[in-house]
């Protein structure tokens, strides 16, 4: 079983900045990517950001230039950098983890995982 567990949300004025992490544990052998998503009252879930074991990166156009995904692969933890936040980035945001688990002492299968979420709320 893997445990995804998200920190670093809570409430930022316009124009601030949050560090969210996700820090992911158990029986993993690998981790193919890491994913950001979030979801605003009364709308559907959106990627938000996403980055390979290669490091290769995709925003949604809504924040490009605004937020940084990274990840250390020594520590299987993902993070997303949020810069110039804006009243409309607010939402529950939630980590996502496309995972090869071990079995066996030997990789085993592929699964995807969610963190619980995590608010963030930009407001004066």
């Known amino acids: 079983q893997v445990q995804l567990v998200e920190s670093g949300g809570g409430l930022v004025q316009p124009g601030g900045s949050l560090r969210l992490s996700c820090a992911a544990s158990g029986s993993i052998f690998a981790i193919n990517a890491f994913g950001w998503y979030r979801q605003a009252p009364g709308k559907q879930r959106e990627l938000v950001a996403r980055?390979?074991?290669?490091?290769?990166?995709k925003y949604a156009d809504s924040v490009k230039g605004r937020f940084t995904i990274s990840r250390d692969n020594a520590k299987n933890t993902g993070y997303l950098q949020m810069n110039s936040l804006k009243p409309e980035d607010t939402a529950v945001y939630y980590c996502n983890a496309d995972v090869i688990t071990v079995v066996a002492g030997a990789p085993g299968y592929q699964y995807d995982y969610w963190g619980q979420g995590t608010q963030v709320t930009v407001s004066s």
């Open positions: 980055i390979t074991s290669g490091g290769s990166t």
